[in-house]
């Protein structure tokens, strides 16, 4: 099923107020306040974030969930837990950094130039160009159209540059550490721009945005379609792309073996690049949470969640193996969530607690797969195909009142007062609220605050409480990029 996860594309509208040169907003740490926005916003911000330490850091993996609410960490830290016989230890990989010596955390603000609640462009090309944009846009401004993409920028100076996700690898998260487009969906140009802008490893969805033609006039290109031939092609010299699905790869919980782990695509493009004697620039999205959280469907935001966290530990046991076996402590990690999606919470007391997480568990499809399932049968059979979808899958029997609410939006009937929640996916995921006890306040994106944690060179840089487009200094100052 098609998540429902586009944003507002729309431009702000009014006159234009006058922005600072690109040279200003880098050298001061100042977003873009553009036309449009809300009155509280058009002060300058203080600065509280990255100081210079340039060119300390030769490498940069900056490990980004998509659409993560804090709920979605929460339980996915208590799942680890207790599968890992309930020790603090065993459980987030994530949280587990916080102790570490030269670990810094910081409180991150999410928000667009023209929405206090962004979308994945915005948040992505803050952190890619360094600028605080309107919602759709991947790093360019509606004055001075395109700005230079830290990709780009790290190829200037020499080092290679990787991106992978599980959702299409033209989505608006990998796009906007290098493409320059003002709206996110032209998905083809960013595709071409990718290509063109010599990103050395792609690996994600989205194979169909890559015409045949535009493939064939990058014959340089290793092209891989799925997990096996990603694998056979580990040791192939040159570019790297994988497309391992059409749209984006599938939910960690309904992926089949044709497609790769997101930890092990991210493992074989570090391996890979960082062969590379200039370093390199890598960033790794775990895509897929944010369509859970629109689609409030909690089974499909555990799985991938998790995945991600499997990918932290890979990715800093790298780190730590590279300290400890060759002596270099040369790599900056960021890890961190564009805005919170859907803000998901468990909140039933007692044992109705402790049941809908083993209820949880026990879920062995997303409940986009089961209602994708739906969707090609009848309409007429919907009743009794929800209720058999989810007793196989979930191991849960709906009682006809379930049924009949979890279907209400399909005859343009309301489910909640407040119309950001009502939709069938609202609408089944709270019927599941009642058997997983987690509830969500909407199908959209949060302005919550979120965390975002660094180390290795550079990361003392990063204060308690940052801007967005703060990071991109952060990595530019490290990398001593110009
Ligand atoms: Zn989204």
Known sequence: MQPEHEQSTRRPRGRPERHPSRRAVLGAGVGLLAAGGLASARSQPER?????????????????????????????????????????????????LWSKPGVRRSMMSTRAADSLVTDSAAGGSAWGCGRRLYNGSICFDT???????????AKRAGKATGLVSTARITHATPASFVATVPRRSMEKI?????????????????????????????????????????????????????????????YELDRPDTEPHIREMAMLAIERLSKHENGFVLQVEAGRVDHGGHANDFPAILHDQLAFEETIEAV??????????????????????????????????????????????????????????????????????????????????????????????????????????NSLVSAVGKVMADHYGIAFVSKNHTAEHVEATAFGPGSESLTHRIENYELHALMVNALGLT
Do not use: C
């Not at 210079?52 to 850091?57: L, R, V």
């Not at 700005?147 to 920028?153: A, C, F, K, T, Y």
């Open 143 to 153: 004055n001075e159209g395109e700005l230079e993409p830290i990709l780009v920028s």
């Open 316 to 421: 800093t046991n790298w780190v730590a193996d590279r300290k400890r076996e060759e002596g270099l402590d040369d790599t900056l990690v960021i890890i961190t969530t564009d805005h919170g999606n859907g803000g998901p919470q468990l909140t039933l007391y007692g044992d109705e607690a402790r049941r809908g997480l083993d209820t949880l568990l026990g879920t062995t499809h997303t409940l986009s797969w089961m209602l994708g399932q739906l969707r090609g049968r009848p309409r007429e059979d919907w009743a009794s195909g929800l209720r058999d979808l989810v007793r196989e899958h979930a191991g849960v029997t709906l009682s006809d009142e379930q049924v009949d609410w979890a279907l209400k939006p399909t005859r343009g009937e309301r489910v909640d007062p407040f119309r950001g929640a």
């Open 48 to 96: 509280t974030g990255p100081k210079p330490s340039a060119g300390k850091a030769k490498n940069v993996i900056f490990l980004v969930v998509d659409g993560m609410s804090i709920g979605t960490f929460t339980i996915a830290d208590m799942v680890m837990r207790e599968r890992g016989g309930g020790s603090p230890e065993s459980g987030s990989h994530w949280a587990n």
């Open 190 to 250: 960013i595709a071409e721009q990718e290509l063109e802008r010599g990103v050395d490893v792609l690996l994600g969805g989205g194979a169909g945005n890559f015409s045949d033609d535009l493939l064939a006039g990058h014959p340089d290109l290793t092209i891989v379609r799925d997990a096996s031939s990603m694998r056979r092609a580990a040791g192939v010299e040159g570019r790297l792309l994988g497309l391992f699905t059409d749209d984006h790869m599938s």
